[in-house]
Antibody, heavy 117, light 110 residues
């Protein structure tokens, strides 16, 4: 079964850091680009970042540029999102999604990040 | 405020057809594929339409997509109660080098 499973969410204080992981299974992870997307409470979906198969091309949304870092380990079939200098408005459910010839054909169930003191 | 503009809400009765619009610009919809997603809060988003009008396997043909210029639309015919969800359009934007989502349309089946 093709699957993405996010982990690493939790409660963190403003200014703190958190690293999210996304474990892939059921497909050849190294053949697909990947994305991180989030949904804040009461808000819509927001694209955050994109990484190609070999990590040679990476893009970020302006809202997270300079604070978040996307990375991947193809040997471990895993995608990561290092989040630094977290703010209250980063509180959201964070999803990873697959991006090959088709964007978003596979999504994880999400992991919740709460930024609060 | 999203660069891709969708109506915040839509409603219709079972069996009817509803059309959800998505308006963008030359740097996104005008020059790139449009995707549509169905999202029920608490559940993973589901791809409904890719490359403007292509349905993934398993998506009923009640769902159809189209694109013209800098706008796109998703039509849902034969509306069913289980179609009640949030619907999002998405497209790559060449100007910002990033993926954009519309603000989402909450569909209510009356």
């Amino acid at each position: 079964e093709v699957q993405l499973v996010e982990s690493g969410g939790g409660l963190v204080q403003p200014g703190g850091s958190l690293k999210l992981s996304c474990a892939a299974s059921g497909f050849t992870f190294s053949s697909y680009s990947m994305n991180w997307v989030r949904q804040a409470p009461g808000k819509g979906l927001e694209w955050l970042s994109y990484i190609t198969t070999t990590s040679n091309t990476i893009y970020y949304a302006d809202s997270v540029k300079g604070r978040f870092t996307i990375s991947r380990d193809n040997a471990k079939d895993s995608l990561y999102l290092q989040m630094n200098n977290l703010r209250a408005d980063d509180t959201a459910v964070y999803y990873c999604s697959r991006d090959g010839t088709v964007f978003g054909d596979v999504w994880g169930k999400g992991t919740t990040v709460t930024v609060s003191s | 405020q999203s660069v891709l503009t969708q109506p915040p809400s839509a409603s219709a009765t079972p069996g009817q057809t509803v059309i959800i619009s998505c308006s963008g610009s030359s740097s996104n919809i005008g020059s790139n594929y449009v995707y549509w997603f169905q999202h029920v809060p608490g559940v993973a988003p589901k791809l409904l339409m890719y490359k403007n009008s292509q349905r993934p396997s398993g998506v009923p043909d009640r769902f159809s997509g189209s694109k013209s210029g800098t706008s796109a639309s998703l039509a849902i015919s034969g509306l069913r109660s289980e179609d009640e969800a949030d619907y999002y359009c998405a497209a790559w934007d060449d100007r910002v080098s990033g993926r954009l989502f519309g603000g989402g349309t909450k569909l209510t089946v009356l």
